[in-house]
């Protein structure tokens, strides 16, 4: 009999034996790959259509992403309300996404209706008309969006540091500007449709409580389309010459939004998962040093934050926060220090636990569910990253030396390497 006047015993995260959920694969008839979770409690399900339609492949800007945004706004047989009509219908929620090299529909939906789901979705991809009656009214928000998101700051600095980081003509530096939206035609969006929506290449990715009968009814509805090679655009990066940037975006202003940031290599380097460990000691959650000092300490910031980007070409170590203007150089200062002081001091074990503990609950709290266990396969599939990466990363987590992250801070943040970015 249990003892209830004994609490359970403390057990660190660290000493967890995490297993990540494998994925079963298999291969529509098209050579179309599907990766599935079958896992859960609930009768939902989650799918996602992934193409190589991201911004990397485009020659005009913003012509990837208004062609993933129109995609639920107008087919052969449907307008846009019936389309939003159909799928409410049903309970199901249906949304697109561009990004660098991909772009996505993924869908949420009770898995007993995902039979009357599928031949919705494959007309989106196959009769999507891109009329030009949405694409005005795309323009139209986009703009007045941008109108009032330029008018703040931490918008502005997120532009900017990109374009110092990767360069202004790259997939990661590049922007927007209503010009641009100006200069989208419906026919420019139907060429890019087809080539890389209608005759491009696909993944599936499908995870929840999956009906016995989902290898067919995925094969019945996309084993028939063409999923021709497409070749991801490679990219050079371009930096700027100058390293630190001081702009004023409105007189009025009294924040001041700070970027401190520098390239780094991708997933497949040596020094990445390591940097992980790093990242998070110095700025990568709640308890690292830069909250520790300029947050309670200091007072400068509601929050402070340091991570790596999520690129899967090239990535960039990144610092961000708002700071009030009057604090804002002594914000980035005080950044610098804590770089100082993890290149030449040993960060003890006690600390050290606290990091690694918080990155092994991290990963446990993002295998809550088959939709977050998807999730992490995704990103190791899309980044043609080995299966045994997950465990990997924990092998790095649990065994990593202070002695080694000294020489990581002695190797990485050098302040000389670091575009330094205020905007007011």
């Known amino acids: 009999m249990i003892d209830r006047k004994q609490p359970p015993p403390i057990v660190d995260a660290v000493n967890f034996n995490l297993q990540l959920k494998p994925y079963q694969s298999y291969t529509l008839r098209n050579g179309v790959p599907v990766y599935a979770v079958n ?9 996602e259509w992934v193409f190589f339609a991201g911004n990397s492949q485009e020659e005009q800007n913003l012509v990837a992403a208004t062609t993933n945004f129109l995609l639920r706004n107008g087919t052969n047989t449907k307008t846009a309300f019936q389309l939003n009509e159909y799928f409410e219908y049903y309970g199901a929620y249906v949304n697109r996404a561009c990004y660098n ?36 009214i795309y ?75 989902i290898n067919l009814l995925l094969d019945e509805h996309f084993g028939d389309l063409p999923n021709n090679p497409v070749e991801v655009k490679e990219h050079q990066i371009v930096l700027a010459q ?10 009025n202003g009294v ?21 992980q460990v ?17 947050r309670e300490d200091k007072g400068y910031t509601y929050g402070i934050h340091s991570y790596l980007h999520n690129h899967i070409q090239h990535s ?26 993890l290149r030449e001091e040993l960060v003890d074990e006690e600390e050290l636990l606290l990091v690694r503990n918080y990155l092994m609950g991290s990963i446990l709290g993002d295998l809550d569910g088959p939709f977050q ?17 997950f465990y990997d990363a924990i092998h790095t987590i649990k065994t990593i030396s202070a002695e080694e992250l000294k020489g990581l801070a002695e190797k990485y943040l050098i302040p000389e390497d670091f575009y330094e970015l205020i905007v007011v």
């Not at 996505?104 to 030009?132: A, D, F, N, Q, R």
């Not at 924040?255 to 940097?275: E, M, Y």
């Not at 266990?373 to 990466?389: D, H």
């Open 242 to 251: 100058e390293k630190k940037y001081r702009v004023t975006n409105d007189i």
């Open 278 to 294: 790093l990242n998070a000691l110095f700025g990568g959650f709640f308890g690292s040093r830069l909250m520790s000092n300029i």
């Open 139 to 213: 323009q139209q928000n986009m703009k007045q969006r941008l109108k009032v998101s330029l008018k703040k700051s931490d918008f502005v600095a997120g532009r900017l540091i990109d374009t110092y980081l990767y360069g202004e003509k790259h997939p990661y530096g590049k922007y927007s500007c209503a010009e641009d939206f100006d200069a989208l035609e419906r026919d420019q969006l139907l060429q890019y449709y087809n080539q890389y929506y209608t005759q491009g290449k696909l993944m599936l990715f499908v995870a929840g409580k999956l009906p016995e009968n």
């Open 101 to 136: 090299e991909t772009a996505t529909i993924s869908m949420h939906c009770l898995s007993k209706h995902v039979g009357e789901l599928l031949p919705v979705v494959k007309e989106m991809i196959t009769e999507s008309t891109m009329p030009s009656e949405e694409l005005a």
């Open 316 to 341: 960039a170590w990144m610092v961000s926060t708002e700071a009030g203007k009057d604090v804002a150089e002594a914000t980035v200062t005080e950044v610098y220090k804590e770089m100082k002081l």
């Open 373 to 389: 266990i998807i999730g992490r396969w995704k990103n190791i599939i899309l980044n043609n990253m080995s299966e045994n990466y």
């Open 39 to 47: 896992a859960g409690a609930e009768e939902v399900m989650q799918l």
């Open 255 to 275: 924040q001041g939004s700070i970027r401190i940031a520098r390239t780094f290599p991708n997933r497949h380097h040596p020094d990445f998962l390591k940097v």
